[in-house]
Nanobody, 120 residues
Framework: QVQLVESGGGLVLPGGSLRLSCAASGRFLSIKNMRWYRQAPGKQRDLVAAITNGGSTYYADSVKGRFTISRDNAKNTVYLEMNSLKLEDTAVYYC??????????????WGQGTQVTVSS
């Protein structure tokens, strides 16, 4: 089992910055891909950014050039640095990770979410 705990959300002015963190804990062999999703009220949950355990990254077009995903494999933690925040970035941000458990199988886990509100 893997627990993902997000932190770093909050209220920020347009143009401001926030840094989200997501730490994985529990019993597992390894963490593979890690991702950040977001869900605004009344909308579907969308992929924002992803990173492999080798450091390859993916970004949704809407955040390219403004958000940076990174990870610390020693701490099993993924980060999302968000700059130049816009009103439309307001959403609950969820961490997601693929982990190999002790049974040798891969499972996907979700965090509980952290609220990011961009407002003047």
């Amino acid at each position: 089992q893997v627990q993902l705990v997000e932190s770093g959300g909050g209220l920020v002015l347009p143009g401001g910055s926030l840094r989200l963190s997501c730490a994985a804990s529990g019993r597992f062999l390894s963490i593979k891909n890690m991702r950040w999703y977001r869900q605004a009220p009344g909308k579907q949950r969308d992929l924002v950014a992803a990173i492999t355990n080798g450091g390859s990254t993916y970004y949704a077009d809407s955040v390219k050039g403004r958000f940076t995903i990174s990870r610390d494999n020693a701490k099993n933690t993924v980060y999302l640095e968000m700059n130049s925040l816009k009103l439309e970035d307001t959403a609950v941000y969820y961490c997601n990770a693929d982990a190999t458990n002790w049974d040798g199988r891969d499972y996907r886990y979700w965090g509980q979410g952290t609220q990011v509100t961009v407002s003047s």
